[in-house]
């Protein structure tokens, strides 16, 4: 039994979708017919799924964290219950809502069904589970332990949906901050600077420097405002489309991190990533060289992947894993340390599963800090946008009442 995506009319005309699980095209048909629906297209939910992805692959539709989170953490619980996979897939499938989630979760169920592992079923949708995803599955599969593996899994999706709204919500104040900044000033440069000129020029008199330079900077927004929008367009394609290029991501990535604050904010980042995926990976029995390779893939800046291909390379000719990442100079010394540490004592995947729990606490520390630091910075943004317009406005007046 296979799952097909549908599109019928109903009595009224109007057109519905959704997801039969049916033997063939054909009953597919008759079920509909039954409810009295008129089918207008059928196909296997897998080849929908896979032709909307590729359709729309501009934007590389997935899943969002919160629903991955949710649909792992069902599907541990009933593997762990003793259900079976394909019932389990069943049921996590009618669970859900959304017909996206519905429809990827009985595509995979049929591929199970067909004699496929769930790691391989999975395959068909690298957009929505990774190579870190399918690679832990496919370890718990041949070990026998999926159970175990997809708990460890669901812990580990809780935990970075857990940290992304997190961030999400400390960005939500100075992010209104900025924006409000924004309007204020804008409607300020639009709207009461104009006016205040027509008063200006009346006088005759020579204005200061500063309030020249608001006038000129409110014509320029006022009669050519059209032309900095145009102008940061521009700037954001051309940046994009220079960071297209291998080389120059890669000279890019490797400054970030030799910024002040932003350095340190992307190595922690990364490292933290790293350190989360190769601990999920070599305790749930993966080799650690090819644990390595799709922990290395996982990272964002291309600089410390590319170290890590290095390292990798390094440990697959013998040497250990903490000299072979010591050499980047980019990884935490504690986090060398305790990788060290783990392969003296044999408890590797103990110790990397320890540093990922370090390596997260020192980067939500970091954040916080950060974040604690741009919630007043807005605010002296602000004010001095609005001290430097309402000075170069009172100026003038204050000149002309010596005059007087």
């Known amino acids: ?3 097909f995506s549908y599109t019928a009319l109903d009595a009224a005309g109007k057109q519905t979708k959704g997801i039969l699980d049916a033997d ?3 009953q597919v048909r008759q079920l509909l017919r039954e409810q009295s629906l008129m089918p207008l297209e059928i196909e296997q939910a897998a080849q929908s799924e896979i032709k909307q992805s590729s359709a729309f692959s501009f934007s590389r539709p997935s899943l969002n964290v919160a629903d991955l989170s949710l649909i792992t953490r069902q599907m541990a619980t009933l593997v762990q219950a003793g259900i079976p996979l394909e019932e389990a897939l069943g049921t996590v499938a009618k669970q859900s809502e959304k017909a996206r989630v519905n429809g990827i979760l009985l595509a995979v169920r049929a591929k199970v069904l067909e004699g496929y592992t769930l790691a391989d079923a999975m395959s068909d949708f690298p957009s929505v589970f990774n190579d870190l995803y399918r690679s832990t599955i496919a370890a718990g599969e041949s070990a026998g332990h999926l159970d175990a593996v997809m708990d460890k899994l669901a812990d580990y999706t809780e935990a970075s949906q857990a940290s992304r709204q997190k961030v999400q919500m400390a960005m939500i104040y100075p992010a209104i901050l ?6 204020v000033v804008s409607l300020l440069m639009v709207f009461v600077v104009p006016d205040v000129v027509k008063v200006f020029s009346t006088q005759g008199q020579t204005l200061p420097a500063i309030t020249r330079a608001l006038i000129a900077t409110s014509d320029f927004i006022v009669n050519k405002g059209w032309l900095l929008v145009i102008g940061l367009v521009a700037l954001f394609f051309v940046i994009r489309s220079a960071l297209a290029k291998p080389a120059i991501k890669l000279r890019w990535h490797r400054l970030i991190l030799r910024l002040p604050l932003i350095g340190r904010l992307s190595r922690g980042t990364n490292t933290a990533q790293f350190a989360s995926t190769l601990s999920i990976l070599t305790a749930s029995g993966v080799p650690l060289v090819e644990s390595l390779k799709i922990a290395g893939q996982v990272l964002a800046n291309h600089w410390l992947r590319q170290r890590v291909s290095e390292a990798t390379q390094q440990v ?7 000299r072979a990442l010591s050499k980047g100079g980019y990884f935490p010394p504690m986090m060398l340390h305790m990788i060290a540490s783990g392969e003296q004592s044999g408890e590797l995947d103990q ?3 320890r540093t990922a729990t370090a390596q997260q606490r020192d980067l939500e520390s970091l954040i916080g800090v950060m974040l604690g630091i741009l919630e007043p910075v807005m605010l002296l943004f602000m004010g001095v946008c609005v001290f430097v317009i309402v000075v170069a406005i009172l100026l003038p007046i204050v000149n002309l009442n010596s005059v007087v």
């Open 178 to 183: 900025f924006l409000m900044a924004i309007g």
């Open 24 to 26: 063939s095209a054909r």
């Open 351 to 353: 110790m990397l599963d």
């Open 316 to 322: 697959q000719e013998g040497t250990s894993l903490n």
């Open 1 to 3: 039994m296979a799952a």
